[in-house]
C-alpha cells in the first residue's frame, strides 16, 4: 500500500503562487502515476494534472500555462506548482498515485487526504 500526505496549502490572493508537496511512503520509482486533483464546495473531484514515472504530464485546460507538476525520485515526493492563481481555483487539492500490477494486470489507487487551498479576490 501507498500513503499519501499532502502539504503546502493556504490562504493567498489573486495573483499568488503556492507549492503543494505529496509525499509517498514508497519509492515513486515504483509508482507509475501520480497526480493531483481538486474539489471544489458543490463540485466534481476533477483532475488537475499528471505525470507518468516516464515524466510524461498532462493538465487539466483550466491551468494549463500556470500549474506545473514535477516528481523527486529521491524524496519521494510529487509537486504541484501553482502560479496565478485565481479564484476559481479555491478548492480541497488532492494527491493521487497509481501502482499498476503486471500479473494479474490490475490498477491500484491512492489518495491524499487533501489540503485546502483558497483564494482571495
Known amino acids: 500500500q501507498v500513503q499519501l500526505v499532502e502539504s503546502g496549502g493556504g490562504l493567498v490572493q489573486a495573483g499568488g503562487s503556492l507549492r503543494l508537496s505529496c509525499g509517498a511512503s514508497?519509492?515513486?520509482?515504483?509508482?507509475?502515476?501520480m497526480g493531483w486533483y481538486r474539489q471544489a464546495p458543490g463540485k466534481q473531484r476533477d483532475l488537475v494534472a499528471t505525470?507518468?514515472?516516464?515524466?510524461?504530464?498532462n493538465y487539466a485546460d483550466s491551468v494549463k500555462g500556470r500549474f506545473t507538476i514535477s516528481r523527486d525520485t529521491a524524496k519521494n515526493t510529487a509537486y504541484l506548482q501553482m502560479n496565478s492563481l485565481k479564484p476559481e481555483d479555491t478548492a480541497v487539492y488532492y494527491c493521487?498515485?497509481?501502482?499498476?500490477?503486471?500479473?494479474?494486470?490490475?490498477?491500484?489507487?491512492?489518495w491524499g487526504q487533501g489540503t485546502q487551498v483558497t483564494v482571495s479576490s
Open positions: 505525470i507518468t514515472k516516464g515524466g510524461i504530464t
Open positions: 514508497v519509492s515513486i520509482f515504483s509508482i507509475n502515476v
Open positions: 493521487y498515485a497509481e501502482q499498476w500490477g503486471s500479473y494479474p494486470p490490475r490498477r491500484f489507487p491512492y
